[in-house]
């Protein structure tokens, strides 16, 4: 079964720092672009960052540039989001999801209709 699992939200200060992890089960993640999203309440998804398969390239959403980074490490099969100086506005329920290198398009880096697999979510609060 082929499977995405976010892990690493949780409740942190304003200006702290997390890093939410998304590990891939039963396939490989570095045969997939990676794009992470997030959700609040009332609000429509929307990107945050994207890395292409082989990590050459990086793409980040204005809400995130200078803040977040999505390393990936292709022998844990795991792609990451660092998030710093974290801000109340990036409450929300994050997501990672796949899509194969030949459907990316600039244009279309955050189209959550050409991502095909998607984690269950996992909760950042930022409170304090």
């Known amino acids: 079964q082929l499977q995405l699992v976010e892990s690493g939200g949780g409740l942190v200060q304003p200006g702290g720092s997390l890093r939410l992890s998304c590990a891939g089960s039963?396939?490989?993640?570095?045969?997939?672009?990676i794009g992470w999203f997030r959700q609040a309440p009332g609000k429509e998804r929307e990107g945050v960052s994207c890395?292409?398969?082989?990590?050459?390239?990086?793409y980040y959403a204005d809400s995130g540039k200078g803040r977040f980074t999505i390393p990936r490490d292709n022998a844990k099969n795991t792609v990451y989001l660092q998030m710093n100086s974290l801000k109340p506005e990036d409450t929300a329920t994050y997501y990672c999801?796949?899509?194969?290198?030949?459907?990316?398009?600039?244009?279309?880096?955050?189209?959550?209709?050409?991502?095909?697999?998607w984690g269950q979510g996992t909760q950042v609060t930022v409170s304090s």
């Open positions: 039963g396939f490989t993640l570095d045969n997939y672009y």
């Open positions: 999801a796949a899509r194969p290198p030949s459907t990316f398009a600039s244009a279309t880096t955050f189209s959550t209709s050409r991502y095909i697999y």
């Open positions: 890395i292409s398969s082989n990590g050459g390239r990086v």
